[in-house]
């Protein structure tokens, strides 16, 4: 799919969110939009979360083909807080199992109501898949696709960077980790290189480095302390294991925080107010020193918080786009 397919795909004929299936080709101004509608569903810990009924008699089904604990529970909540009805199918025990196609699957949630479709699959391309195929009044939301998108994830490592760094351009972004197969990270250089200029740079064993055409502003950098050296925000990224087919020949967990790992030496060559950053599920003491992951300059909860209001500002933006319907 290149970009003015996925524009037009994701899109209205008056420009608002139908689907979001991807931050390529998003423009600039429509995504500083929708992070500021997301600080409208911001709330301070410890005070009861922002409710209404934007999504009242709506049905949001979360279809997950693969694990996910932040991601499908903010969305869970996101849709509840909205006041939609909202239905977790359990892929396990759902009729996928026997044979059924996914687009069985859809039609048959469809005939139910659904409204939107929040979609998580291993597989490339089954987000767009579905929406080629919903009913027009019907959406669909990326919640990860295979190593290739996580819009959401994108956004919302995005509102966390706006909010400590107050722009998202000339910042210097150090993304350290299995980058081959980090949709995490390719979402966020997405959306960096759309708010940008900001300077991108990655750093991998050689067996996990990406596909450095899928990041025309980053640079591939060998030596860790250098990628790190005066960086006003650092992400750290797990190894995804189950995306490595047969035996993998890497280092023990030790041997990677010895190289890769972020520790607190490693991070004293940052800027003094740089930030760090992990999408989750976190490996202590392996791609982070557990001090670190707990430490004042982490904003990793931080993610997680934000998760839930940019969730909400999706929602919202995609219901706003039908008005009328
Ligand atoms: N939770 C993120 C994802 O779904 C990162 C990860 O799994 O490592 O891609």
Known sequence: MNES????????????LRHLLTLRGLRRDFISDLLDRSEHYQHKPGTPPSRDKALDGRTVVNL?????????ASFELAAKRMSADVLNLDVNMSSRKKGESILDTIYTLQAMQADVFVVRDASAGIPEFIARNVQPYVSVLNAGEADVSHPTQGLLDLLTIRQHKQNLDGLTVTVIGDLK???VARSLGEGLSIMGPNELRLVAPPELAPDMELYPQGVLVDDIDEAINGA???MTLRIQRERIKGKSSLMTNHEYLQKYGLTE??????RPDAIVMHPGPMNRDVEIAGPVADGPQSVITQQVNNGLAIR??????????????
């Open 64 to 72: 997950f083909f693969e694990p996910s604990t932040r991601t499908r």
């Open 312 to 325: 909400m500002a999706v929602l919202a933006a995609v219901f706003e786009s039908r008005q009328g319907q």
């Open 5 to 16: 397919e996925t524009g037009c795909l994701q899109l209205t004929e008056s420009g608002k």
């Open 232 to 234: 006003d925000v650092i």
């Open 181 to 183: 197969h980090s949709r």
């Open 265 to 270: 030496e490693r991070l004293s060559r940052a």
